[in-house]
């Protein structure tokens, strides 16, 4: 394995080789995932803290599950009951959890570069769950590792990312790793929801969104996020689904192979019609759920190897027998 990362806090970091190693493993979790007896030993005596200062029952049920299918005790802490509510400081809240000895800690902040704070102040292993409008890696990873079991690589393909770009660190995080692995990458929307300097990031900006579509092999949708909103970013729900909602019509322009995708939860009739987000011939919605328990898996797994290899180096430094 090339992944030698500490932590994942994000997809900037890895390189393609990284990115590749991660997915690989992932597809061994996919198949051990559809097994009937569905546990693995990787996190076996390893103890997994989730640690959500936003609420997201997708992503820390899913998190919750790849910990338990490798064999970690899982905790979920309710930060909405615990001391953060009353008063104590995200390094205070480290501090504690450092004393408890995790080995593996997924944190989600609304607020960009907390998750990145908290690494610095713990021992343990940490994993991004998403912070802020910064990013979301173990998103783009489960929508990468989708589009190459769908499109049979991911490289070399358009990518349309569509909706509130503005808002959205999973937009963000996909469009680096996309990048990373020379895919063409367009982001539409309107202007409102486009963010500035997105003209710099390396990729194609549309406000049309029959022009954003045309030829795409990749139609990812994202959800208008009204609470991160306090203006008026669109005239109505109605005219945005008219406009930039996919349907039918807008679709028929991608690539006749074009795959859709939607990280959720979706608001269905704002930025997809529900039939096409039911196609099972267009649509790989669900299969994005199910690559992000074996995504998650793999990551924990990667991150525990390091990790062990870590106090390994540091106990016979000591002179300490493992």
Excluded at 146 to 164: E, M, N, W, Y
Aim: glycine residues 8%.
């Amino acid at each position: 394995m090339t992944f030698r990362a500490r932590h994942l806090l994000g997809v900037e970091p890895l390189a393609p080789a990284d990115i590749t190693a991660l997915l690989d493993l992932a597809e061994s979790y996919v198949a051990l995932n559809r097994r009937t007896v569905k546990h693995g030993d990787a996190l076996e005596g390893l103890t997994q803290i989730n640690l959500f200062f936003e609420n997201s029952t997708r992503t820390q049920s899913s998190f919750e599950l790849a910990g338990k299918r490798l064999g970690a005790d899982v905790m979920n802490m309710a930060v909405a009951q615990s001391s953060v509510k009353k008063g104590e400081t995200l390094i205070d809240t480290a501090l504690t959890l450092n004393a408890m000895q995790p080995d593996l800690l997924v944190v989600r902040h609304p607020h960009s570069g907390a998750v990145n704070l908290l690494a610095s102040k713990v021992d343990c292993a940490v994993i991004n769950a998403g912070d802020g409008r910064h990013e979301h890696p173990t998103q783009a990873l489960l929508d990468a590792l989708t589009i190459r079991r769908a499109k049979g690589r991911l490289h070399r393909l358009t990518v349309a990312i569509c909706g509130d770009i503005a808002h959205s660190r999973v937009a963000r995080s996909n469009l680096i790793l996309l990048g990373k692995m020379e895919n063409r990458v367009r982001l539409v929307g309107p202007a409102t929801l486009m963010p500035s300097g997105a003209r710099e990031w390396g990729c194609e900006i549309y406000e049309d969104m029959a022009e954003g579509l045309r030829g795409a092999d990749v139609v990812m949708m994202l959800r208008l996020q009204k609470e991160r909103m306090d203006g008026g970013f669109i005239p109505s729900e109605r005219e945005y689904y008219h406009r930039w909602g996919l349907d039918g019509e807008k679709l028929a322009l991608a690539a006749p192979d074009a795959i859709v995708m939607h990280p959720g939860p979706m608001n269905r009739g704002v930025e997809i019609d529900g039939t096409i987000a039911d196609d099972i011939n267009r649509s790989v919605i669900q299969a994005q759920v199910e690559m992000g328990v074996a995504v998650r898996m793999a990551a924990m797994d990667l991150l525990a190897r390091n990790l062990r290899a870590e106090r390994g180096v540091r106990a016979a430094g000591a002179g300490v027998h493992v």
